[in-house]
């Protein structure tokens, strides 16, 4: 028979390995940055409701410089699609990524917690590149680690829309 302790300790230990909040597909989700090159603050909840891109990225990520030209090239095909790149770097080294890439879509700058961010879209190795597509309730409907491509990217879209 266990006693109170041991109990405690388990119900403890459970709730050290599932933290609480942890990502749920099921949420709606929201965010407010700065935008890297106005720094005016944008507010995902504040805007209509649309499919929306999510492209989290840092400055010291090859693989994430790599797919900045896919997500134009999405971006561009995609025009009712809201996408956005979000910088998990600082704002002065993300203003001058984007000028150098000149990328055609928004970009912002997480001020915050990138780590905690990631896994608040269920990325709980907190790795880089890392897209993420959400419905136009900001419901997550798709998302992936790692590189992209613009096949997968409308292959992602095509599934959510049905």
């Given at each position: ?57 840092r400055v ?43 990328m055609p ?58």
């Amino acid at each position: 028979m266990m006693n109170i302790g041991k109990i405690s300790l388990v119900v403890l230990f459970y709730f050290l390995a599932f933290p609480v909040g942890a990502s749920d597909k099921n949420t709606e989700h929201d965010f407010s940055f700065p935008d890297a090159v106005s720094g005016k603050e944008f507010e995902l909840g504040k805007q209509p409701a649309q499919w929306t891109l999510l492209a989290f990225w840092r400055v010291d990520c090859a693989p994430c410089i790599v797919d900045m030209p896919v997500l134009a090239d999405f971006s561009a095909k995609n025009s009712n699609i809201r996408t956005l790149g979000i910088s998990l770097s600082s704002e002065e080294e993300t203003r001058q990524q984007w000028q150098k890439m000149a990328m055609p879509f928004q970009t912002l700058v997480n001020t915050g917690f990138p780590g905690e961010l990631l896994e608040e879209y269920g990325n709980e190795s907190r790795a880089v590149p890392f897209t993420v597509l959400l419905k136009p309730d900001r419901i997550i409907c798709w998302s992936v680690v790692g590189k992209i491509t613009l096949e997968k990217l409308q292959s992602a879209l095509q599934q959510c829309q049905h």
